[in-house]
């Protein structure tokens, strides 16, 4: 992947997650210790600890989500489960919406609603991901993302849809960061 677009991943204020520097540090396979404290003093916080508060984020997305921000920058890492672990939970998201809504398919679609709706959301992911929104336009973002829907529909009718996926990221992320953050206290706590 080009190495421009590559220091892009993650950057996306959205995506800011407030113990991401917690998370990382330990767990990747350079910079693991497997070291317990010495004498009487407190053992130190391990890759262990941190692996656990991601294991213990409640909503699977959200832990799919974690997974990607901590990992999704590693070339050498398969994050294709857990790209579609939140490419799914948007999809759905935005079906629930579209059945309240009474919204279709596009008339004359290829597509139908479901696989619109994935398409939508692994485009919404990976522009997210990538923070790639300033440097395409909306026909662009179709064309890139495989999507055969004119811009003009695109937004008049589906950008609501691509915005509301987008608060849900950001809902995602906050969960992550409320997990974390929790499970950080209460290791905290423990050790004192």
């Not at 991601?54 to 901590?70: G, P, R």
């Not at 206290?185 to 004192?192: F, G, I, K, S, V």
Request: with cysteine; hydrophobic share 40%.
């Amino acid at each position: 992947m080009n190495k421009v677009i590559q220091r892009r991943f993650g950057t996306s204020p959205r995506l800011s997650l407030s113990n991401l520097d917690w998370l990382e540090h330990g767990m990747h396979a350079k910079t693991v210790r497997f070291d317990i404290g010495q004498g009487g003093e407190p053992p130190s916080v391990t890759w262990e600890d941190r692996s656990a508060a991601i294991a213990l984020i409640d909503s699977s997305a959200a832990k799919s989500l974690a997974s990607l921000l901590l990992w999704g920058g590693d070339e050498k890492w398969d994050w294709a489960v857990h790209f579609n672990e939140v490419v799914g939970y948007l999809a759905k998201a935005m079906l629930q919406q579209c059945r309240i809504d009474g919204r279709q398919a596009p008339k004359g679609s290829e597509y139908s609603l479901e696989e619109l709706a994935r398409l939508m959301a692994r485009m919404t992911l990976h522009f997210e991901l990538y923070d790639l929104w300033s440097l395409y336009t909306v026909e662009g973002r179709l064309l890139f993302s495989g999507i055969n829907v004119s811009a003009s529909t695109y937004s008049q009718v589906w950008a609501g849809y691509q915005k509301a996926m987008l608060d849900n990221v950001g809902v995602l992320a906050g969960a992550i960061n409320i997990a974390v953050h929790t499970y950080r206290r209460n290791l905290d706590e423990a050790r004192t």
